[in-house]
């Protein structure tokens, strides 16, 4: 559970970061 936790901390801000570059472009 805890390594699962660790891995969505870790792709959720790349993830965010991504969609915020996208909307800047557009």
Not at 3 to 23: C, H, S, T, W
């Amino acid at each position: 559970v805890i390594n699962e936790m660790v891995r969505l901390a870790n792709i959720v801000p790349g993830v965010f970061r991504k969609a915020l570059q996208d909307i800047k472009v557009k």
